[in-house]
């Protein structure tokens, strides 16, 4: 199935635990965004939706062109997706002062509401979780998820926490 290799003295990761692995974060998954999910169905929305918006509230003023490298889809689903929250009225779209061929994405007051909404809703998931696990396991489930990331994703992530303390 996998490469394999002993961590530490004595564990070893064999199928099994691997399998374990993958099942635990299917479930995450599912148990993660179902609450998001049943908030978003009440306006029609689904997944896409909600990675726009929460990704438009990280970066106000981002590019159409930075949230579809982030996102990874397609310009035409972007747009489908874009189009929906503007015309509901969650996002708006200006021009950039420095380029007027660049179109700025931000937030309404009611799309900010429902991305604090959201948020707070997997928010207090994984405040439970990490309260549970400790903050040394907190330190390691951030590792096993970047490891996780293809290396174009961690540059992506590592660009993004250097924009952030400058």
């Given at each position: 199935m996998a490469d394999v290799k002993p961590i530490g003295k004595a564990l070893f990761l064999r199928e099994e635990e691997l399998r374990r692995g993958i099942e635990l974060?299917?479930?995450?998954?599912?148990?993660f965004t179902?609450?998001?999910?049943?908030?978003?169905?009440?306006?029609?929305?689904?997944?896409a939706h909600h990675r726009a918006i929460y990704f438009i509230g990280r970066h106000p003023g981002i590019t159409v062109s930075?949230?579809?490298?982030?996102?990874?889809?397609?310009?035409?689903?972007?747009?489908r997706v874009l189009s929906g929250l503007m015309k509901d009225g969650y996002v708006v779209q200006r021009l950039s002062a420095n380029d007027r061929r660049q179109r700025l994405l931000h937030l309404t007051q009611a799309g900010t509401a429902l991305e604090a909404r959201l948020t707070s809703v997997q928010g207090r998931r994984f405040a439970a979780a990490y309260r549970e696990a400790g903050v040394d396991a907190v330190a390691g489930f951030q590792r096993v998820l970047q490891g996780l990331l293809d290396n174009s994703t961690l540059h992506q992530l590592t660009q993004?926490?250097?924009s952030t303390i400058e």
């Open positions: 974060m299917f479930f995450a998954y599912r148990d179902g609450e998001a999910d049943s908030i978003l169905a009440e306006r029609n929305m689904g997944r930075n949230l579809l490298t982030i996102l990874c889809i397609t310009k035409q689903s972007l747009s993004h926490d250097q």
